[in-house]
C-alpha cells in the first residue's frame, strides 16, 4: 500500500529535476550580453526614449526562441525603468543577433538620476545593473545585467 503514496511524489521530482536541467543548459545555449545604450529621440516634452542593445549567442545546432524578456533596471542603485518586451526573436543556430529594448520609465523614476548627475560636477560614473527574466523555449531564465559607463 506505500508504494502507491511513492508514485506522486517520485513523479513530482522527476519534474523538478528535469526542468531545472533544462534550465540549467538553456541559460548556457543562449549568451546574453548588454553591448550599449542608446537614446532616441520622444516627441513632445517627454523624456527621450532608452535603448538597451543586447546581443544574443545561440552556441547550440537548434534554434532558439526568446518569447520575452522582462525585469527592472536600475542606475547606481537606484531605479530607474521597467524592461518589457514581449516580442519572439528567433536567434538561428550558431549565430549572433541583436535585439533592442526600450526601457520604460517615468519623469518621477527618472527625475532624481537626472538631478543627481546634474548637481555632482566632474566625471561620474553610471552603474547600470538590471535582474532580468528571459523566456527561452518556454523556460524561464534568470539574468543579471551589469555595466559602467564613464
Known sequence: MQKNYFFPVILV???AVYYFSKLKSTGENLKVN????TTKKSSGLSLPKVILVFQLQNVTENALNLNAIVGDIYINGAYF?????LKPIT?????NTYLDVELQTSVLDALPIIKDLIVKTGKRNLKITGNLT???NGILVPLKIEK???
Open 81 to 85: 525603468a521597467n524592461v518589457s518586451n
Open 13 to 15: 521530482l522527476g519534474a
Open 134 to 136: 528571459l523566456n527561452v
Open 34 to 37: 548588454l553591448v550599449n545604450i
Open 148 to 150: 559602467t559607463i564613464i
Open 91 to 95: 536567434v538561428q543556430p550558431k549565430s
